[in-house]
Nanobody, 116 residues
Framework: QVQLVESGGGLAQPGGSLRLSCAAS????????MRWYRQAPGKERELVVA????????TYADSVKGRFTGSRDNAKSTVYLQMNNLKPDDSAVYYC?????????WGQGTQVTVSS
């Protein structure tokens, strides 16, 4: 069965950095794009970045452009989100995701809090 397990969240100061990880199993990882979403309280879940099968990071959220970069290690079946120059508005639960027709699969989420 498909499993996505996230780690790396926590507390950061404004201007700081965090790196999130998501370990994947149960499917042919290298054949599928991966995605990072986030959801803040009272807000809709939004797509942040997608990571193509060859590793290109594609930014979907304008608010993180130039600050967040996705990457992947296909040999380890792991996807990453490097977050730099963090802002309080980045505080949210972050989820990794992949789509295997006809199902969207999600990790458990990891909390990121940016506060001074």
């Amino acid at each position: 069965q498909v499993q996505l397990v996230e780690s790396g969240g926590g507390l950061a100061q404004p201007g700081g950095s965090l790196r999130l990880s998501c370990a994947a199993s149960g499917f042919t990882f290298s054949s599928y794009a991966m995605r990072w979403y986030r959801q803040a309280p009272g807000k809709e879940r939004e797509l942040v970045v997608a990571i193509a099968t060859a590793g290109e990071s594609l930014t979907y959220a304008d608010s993180v452009k130039g600050r967040f970069t996705g990457s992947r290690d296909n040999a380890k079946s792991t996807v990453y989100l490097q977050m730099n120059n963090l802002k309080p508005d980045d505080s949210a639960v972050y989820y990794c995701n992949t789509y295997l027709y006809p199902v969207n699969y999600w990790g458990q989420g990891t909390q990121v809090t940016v506060s001074s």
